[in-house]
């Protein structure tokens, strides 16, 4: 199992000591480092910053957003920065929700986000192939642009910049049991955002044969430390915000994935306190059982023991999500 670590986006501005700690998880041996992006910072830029103070450690988006960019747009920045940095990316992608796509890019929510999904991956994958000019008759997607209210003169184009690796990794954040099913025959890897290695069932019918290679790389916020309930505050801050206020009261991917992880009467309790505004409230209703199971907090002895039920299951990349040299050591001392 690899070790990445998740720097997130940025909230107010760049974090002081952020490149001070990527250049310190790779010394000590991770493969990665992600970052994301919401309505603020975005994921690509940090990449290039890190790119140009580092030499070994692989560059991914987790998660670059679909409605930010067209397809040609994401995988001229992929193939950009894979150039500039000899070949380290991976291109994480996901479809966000309506809340976002329609309230920050002032684009629809597509009515089909599976068939959206593959469109966009099958149009990024032409343009690193560059086997032929990028065509297709997509529904959400379609290039050139077919619109009656276009002047109709576009022409299929081939990328003038020859990709360094026609295969560089497509992975993809999917949290519904079809749009995860769909990700293991489309894509490289898969992005969980929860995951809990005692509760592996709940993904078990759509990870129904993997194939060798497909990475599946969820994050955990980890800290090493001997209050647990105190490490356990951040997670459920976290989770708070994103059951309570990433998305719309009839629609919440986050609430629903919780559900099906069998807190359903929790995820309604924390969306319903959040969006009545008893934002810490919403914080506390969040369970500590569920805050403990998706993260690695607490003593050394007791995160080594928790760790071997991550290793257990078909993880393949640990992307631990945390500030602190320390955890980050412990954690490469343990999967060593």
Not at 135 to 156: A, E, W
């Amino acid at each position: 199992m690899r070790l990445g670590l998740a720097l997130g986006y940025w909230g107010r501005g760049p974090e002081p000591g952020q490149l001070a700690l990527v250049q310190e998880a790779e010394r000590l041996g991770y493969d990665s480092v992600w970052t994301a992006e919401a309505w603020g910072s975005d994921a690509f830029t940090p990449l290039t910053w890190i790119a140009a103070h580092t030499s070994r450690i692989r560059l991914g988006t987790a998660v670059a957003q679909m409605a930010a960019r067209s397809p040609t747009a994401t995988a001229m920045h992929a193939l950009t920065l894979d150039h500039l940095s000899g070949g380290r990316v991976l291109l994480g992608l996901g479809l966000s929700g309506p809340q976002v796509v329609e309230g920050w890019y002032g684009r629809p929510f597509p009515a089909s986000p599976l068939t959206a999904t593959r469109e966009y991956v099958d149009v990024v994958r032409q343009v690193l192939r560059r086997a032929a000019p990028v065509t297709l008759d997509g529904r959400f997607h379609p290039l050139p642009y077919p619109g009656d209210d276009g002047s109709g003169l576009g022409k299929p184009l081939k990328s003038i910049t020859h990709p360094l690796r026609g295969d560089l990794p497509v992975l993809l954040g999917a949290e519904g049991p079809r749009n995860i099913a769909q990700t293991t025959r489309i894509a490289d890897g898969w992005l969980p955002l929860y995951w809990s290695p005692t509760r592996t069932d709940v993904y078990e019918a759509s990870l129904t044969g993997l194939r060798d290679g497909f990475m599946v790389a969820p994050l955990v916020r980890a800290t090493v430390c001997d209050d647990v309930q105190e490490a356990l505050l951040p997670v459920k801050a976290m989770l708070g915000f994103y059951i309570g206020g990433m998305g719309h009261a009839q629609r919440n991917f986050h609430a629903d994935l919780m559900a099906r992880m069998g807190f359903a009467d929790a995820a309604r309790r924390v969306r319903e306190l959040f969006l009545a505004g008893r934002r810490e409230e919403a914080v506390l209703a969040v369970p500590d059982a569920f805050a403990d199971e998706i993260s690695l907090v607490g003593p050394r002895e007791r995160i080594a023991e928790r760790l071997e039920l991550w290793r257990k299951g078909p993880v393949t990349d640990l992307l631990v999500l945390t500030r602190e040299p320390g955890t980050l050591r412990v954690l490469a001392e343990l999967c060593a």
